[in-house]
């Protein structure tokens, strides 16, 4: 397996980039998304420390077999929707998480981060987690939030939340994949604390190089409002293996 990385040193830019071809091209074996991550979070984790963000982090070993990373999910209309891991440290949960991935992807255009908006995740799953990875304009669209939550319960999962969509967005980019570019994922692992409405995710303009993380509150947002630009996103967390 391999081993714990505590992320103390930046890898090269070109040891970065092979991990992520490597990823794009081979199988997702424990040890290569194992691998992945780690060079991920060092390169994040180092530029956090140019902005002054000093850091420890740790990625520990992917304990999931190779069965249970590539387990696609279905959508609303019964397609095989395929996955992939994150790893999303502890150290990004909460306020301080929020204050964290304003800093690292500054890019976003997310009212939320920028002007710190209170939010409330109704799960806020950290460690190895197992998320869709398509591009959104085809999936769970035309629902409804009560639509969205009988279907991810049917498949043992659960709605992901902002810092999820987050971290995922952002992996997913150099991978060539903008998720959500023409449509808007309800999150139903996070809500705005004023109004307790969803919060909605989506790319922006700027070639896809802007992520939106907003309270859902400028457009319709009843529970109730579906349309073909907007769908949803969710999460498979390990389950606890019961002992004998």
């Given amino acids: 397996m391999v081993a714990k990385s505590e992320l103390g040193q930046h ?26 991550w780690q060079a991920v979070w060092s390169d994040w984790r180092m530029r956090l420390a140019r902005e002054g963000v000093s850091l420890e982090l740790t990625v520990p070993d992917l304990d999931w077999d190779q069965d249970e990373i590539e387990k696609p999910t279905k ?16 150290e990004f949960s909460g306020e301080e998480g929020v204050r964290r991935l304003a800093v690292l992807f500054p890019q976003m255009k997310h009212t939320d981060l920028k002007y710190d908006l209170a939010m409330v995740h109704d ?12 591009r959104g304009d085809w999936v769970n669209v035309n629902t409804t939030e009560q639509n969205l939550r ?24 150099p ?9 808007d994922s309800r999150l139903l692992g996070t809500r705005n604390s004023e109004g307790g409405k969803v919060v909605r995710a989506g790319i922006r ?13 400028s457009i319709p947002n009843s529970p109730r409002y579906r349309d073909a630009s907007l769908g949803g996103r969710l999460i498979r967390i390990k389950p606890v293996q019961k002992s004998r």
């Fill in 11 to 36: 890898p090269p830019k070109d040891s970065l980039q092979a991990a992520l071809e490597a990823y794009k091209n081979e199988p997702h074996t424990p040890e290569l998304v194992t691998a992945t």
């Fill in 75 to 90: 959508a609303v209309n019964g397609e095989d929707v395929p996955t992939g891991m994150i790893y999303y440290p502890p």
């Fill in 123 to 134: 799960q806020d799953e950290t460690g190895w987690l197992n998320a869709e990875t398509h």
């Fill in 150 to 173: 009988e279907h991810f319960a049917s498949q043992v999962r659960v709605g992901m939340n902002r810092h999820q969509y987050i971290i995922l967005a952002e992996f997913m980019r």
């Fill in 175 to 183: 991978l060539g994949t903008n998720i959500d570019y023409h449509t």
């Fill in 205 to 217: 303009a700027d070639n896809g190089t802007s992520l939106m993380v907003e309270g859902f509150v």
